[in-house]
């Protein structure tokens, strides 16, 4: 089996067998193992590909007026609201509602709606990471736990 394709964070060893068998794989956010952030964000991840260039995708929850401070991303990314509300600055995204970011320009607090909020982030690449900006210190955004997650998955030391 491919060793990038066993170590992508959100495939089990069955399913990236099968991937690097058939080529294709199918499968339902439910079979991803998800991770729970001390916010009470639960996020599942998977690569569309088979390396650290390949997009990343993300499908996220967040809890009811769950807040997330301003940051960046170092890639390019896409976020489609699937349900509930988000507030991004001071504009409010609804259910169908798309977000395109450059990386390295900042945005937020991100808000979570009253009924809380159902992301899908698609990232051009593995520079998923958060990044804090201006005085946040980065404790609202769980990059750690996910980092953590992804190279306990992979057998990797997470980056520092």
Request: with cysteine; glycine share 12%.
């Amino acid at each position: 089996m491919d060793e990038q394709i066993k170590n992508d964070p959100g495939i089990s060893d069955a399913a990236a067998q099968s991937l690097s068998r058939r080529g294709h794989l199918a499968f339902n956010w439910d079979d991803l193992q998800s991770i729970e952030l001390p916010s009470g964000i639960v996020t599942r991840m998977y690569r569309a590909g088979l390396d650290e260039s390949a997009p990343t995708i993300f499908h996220v929850y967040y809890p009811p007026g769950c807040v997330v401070e301003a940051h960046t991303h170092a890639c390019d990314y896409t976020e489609i609201i699937l349900e509930g509300a988000q507030r991004v600055g001071a504009q409010w995204h609804y259910a169908g509602d798309v977000r395109i970011g450059l990386a390295n320009r900042g945005y937020g607090p991100l808000v979570a709606g009253d009924e809380g909020a159902t992301v899908l982030f698609m990232f051009k690449d593995g520079r998923w990471p958060a990044v804090t900006i201006g005085k946040n210190d980065g404790s609202s955004l769980g990059s750690d736990v996910i980092e953590a997650f992804v190279a306990q998955q992979s057998g990797a030391a997470p980056r520092s």
